[in-house]
């Protein structure tokens, strides 16, 4: 089955820091890959994504690339700011194995992030 | 974008009873789904709801625990049934964006539960 690893948090920096959070899938198909990010209080929110092999997503300063040699997607920026603090998920949805649908999505465990000034 | 909202927030329940959490979005879905993120764990879809139809449960999920109820393309309810502490968990409900080119997701804030 598909699965999402991602690095364990929490994770602590400074500001304007570099921000890495690894993140790796198991899939059978051609998956679409995303990061989502949840904000104190708030649902959960599509940072960006990627559908195919060495796409690049990118929002807000951060980016992620879809390395299908290491099956890897990979979030980070280059300097981070004190409301950057949030959870950040890794997921994958499979429409070869969902239906054709991108709805079912898997989920990583989540990567708790705390910037400090 | 979908703007969804949940109600309530958060609650805390008595062993053995059962709570109603409702997901209203601001525009016509047609998929709706419903997950669960347990303590410390990812998040892991329950069931999809489409408006005429019976939900689609996931494997490890069961009607009479989760009934669902989608009366129409704007709302739906999950019910947690005969509650255990085990049942503790934030619950999130999601909804399709049909118009987008990869039919991202929108989540609502969710419902914080904790079972006493």
């Known amino acids: 089955g598909n699965s999402v690893t991602q690095m364990e948090g929490p994770v602590t920096l400074s500001e304007e820091a570099f921000l890495t959070i690894n993140c790796t899938y198991t899939a059978t198909g051609y998956p679409s890959l995303f990061w989502y990010v949840q904000y104190p209080g708030e649902g959960l929110q599509l940072l960006l994504k990627a559908t195919k092999a060495d796409d690049k997503g990118s929002n807000k300063g951060f980016e992620a690339t879809y390395r299908k040699e290491t099956t890897s997607f990979h979030l980070e920026k280059g300097s981070v700011q004190v409301s950057d603090s949030a959870v950040y998920f890794c997921?994958?949805?499979?429409?070869?194995?969902?239906?054709?649908?991108?709805?079912?999505?898997?989920f990583g465990k989540g990567t708790l992030l705390t910037v400090n000034p | 974008s979908a703007v969804i909202s949940q109600k309530p927030s958060r609650d805390i329940c008595q062993r053995g009873t059962s709570l109603t959490i409702q997901c209203q979005v601001d525009?016509?879905?047609?998929?709706m789904f419903w997950y669960r993120q347990q303590p410390g764990q990812s998040l892991t879809l329950i069931a999809t709801a489409n408006q005429g139809s019976e939900a689609t449960y996931e494997s490890g999920f069961v009607i009479d625990k989760f009934p669902i109820s989608r009366p129409n393309l704007t709302f739906s309810t999950l019910t947690v049934s005969n509650m255990s502490p085990e049942d503790s968990s934030i619950y999130l409900c999601s909804v399709e964006d049909v118009a987008s080119f990869y039919n991202e997701q929108f989540f609502g804030p969710g419902t914080r539960l904790t079972v006493l």
């Open positions: 997921a994958l949805s499979d429409p070869m194995n969902s239906g054709g649908s991108n709805y079912k999505l898997t």
């Open positions: 525009s016509q879905v047609t998929m």
